[in-house]
């Protein structure tokens, strides 16, 4: 007797628009900050209009974009990584030049 495995048992569930839990919390979540600056009374309106429009445009580019078949949420971590890993921070300890010394003596 030949058994048949389902191919879709590692698959992400689709929840609303075909997107995945996470995906529609980025757009939950953006349509919320849009609604939060569109509130706010501190500029005028076509400016707010516009910030809105750019917070829903990037909830939007998380939830639904895709390049070359990876997430921009997955683009947007690796390239994070990657400037993190590349750039080193030290704290470089100067001795002290002559212009420091005469200014810590007077």
């Known amino acids: 007797?030949?058994?048949r495995v389902p191919l879709d048992v590692d698959l992400e569930d689709r929840l609303l628009y075909g997107l995945t839990p996470i995906r529609l919390a980025y757009m939950v979540l953006a349509v919320l900050g849009a609604l939060a600056v569109w509130s706010s009374g501190w500029l005028v309106a076509p400016v707010r209009?516009?910030?809105?429009a750019r917070v829903?445009?990037?909830?939007a580019t998380l939830a639904w974009g895709r390049w070359r078949g990876r997430?921009?949420?997955g683009w947007l971590t690796d390239c994070v990584?990657?400037?993190v890993s590349t750039r080193r921070l030290s704290w470089v300890s100067r001795a002290p030049t002559r212009e420091t010394a005469e200014v810590e003596a007077s």
Request: no cysteine; net charge neutral; proline share 0%.
């Open 71 to 73: 997430a921009a949420d």
């Open 1 to 3: 007797m030949r058994a």
């Open 81 to 83: 990584l990657f400037v």
């Open 56 to 59: 829903l445009l990037v909830g």
């Open 49 to 52: 209009g516009l910030l809105a």
